[in-house]
């Protein structure tokens, strides 16, 4: 990812104020309507920190089954969106969902969540439609 002043409205790993950092999410769940351009994305098994609905930081370290993210989920309303690009955020969620590809999440107030599989493969959801929970 560049540099670009506009990444100010981006949650990306190591920023300061993220509300959630997870890794190693794998898709259970795409949702898609095309007619009203809207997304839904229910994400298992990662490890990381996140902020409750509590204010509460929850730490899940990595390589303890036990102790790993249950779900995060994703939820957006794309109307504006080009068709090009509705399609490609399609494709790469079903990807991930058909390969079990593991995706890391950052999120944060004010910023766009973004689910990330490597610096070239990523995609942006408006902050106002993303939920994360999590239980142990």
């Not at 504006?80 to 593991?102: C, F, K, S």
Request: charged fraction near 25%; charge should be negative.
């Amino acid at each position: 990812m560049s540099r670009h002043p506009a990444l100010a409205l981006v949650a990306r790993p190591g920023d300061r104020g993220l509300d959630a950092d997870v890794d190693g999410l794998t898709v259970a769940r795409v949702g898609v309507d095309a007619n009203t351009r809207s997304l839904s994305v229910d994400l298992v098994d990662g490890f990381g920190r996140f902020v409750d609905t509590t204010g509460g930081e929850q730490t899940f370290p990595p390589g303890d089954p036990n102790a790993r993210v249950s779900t995060a989920a994703v939820t957006a309303w794309l109307p504006g969106m080009p068709q090009a690009n509705w399609d490609e955020y399609v494709t790469v969620l079903r990807r991930w969902w058909e390969t079990g590809t593991p995706v890391r999440m950052c999120a944060a107030p004010g910023r766009y969540t973004t689910l990330i599989e490597d610096r070239n493969t990523f995609l942006l959801f408006p902050r106002t439609h993303d939920r994360t929970e999590a239980a142990r």
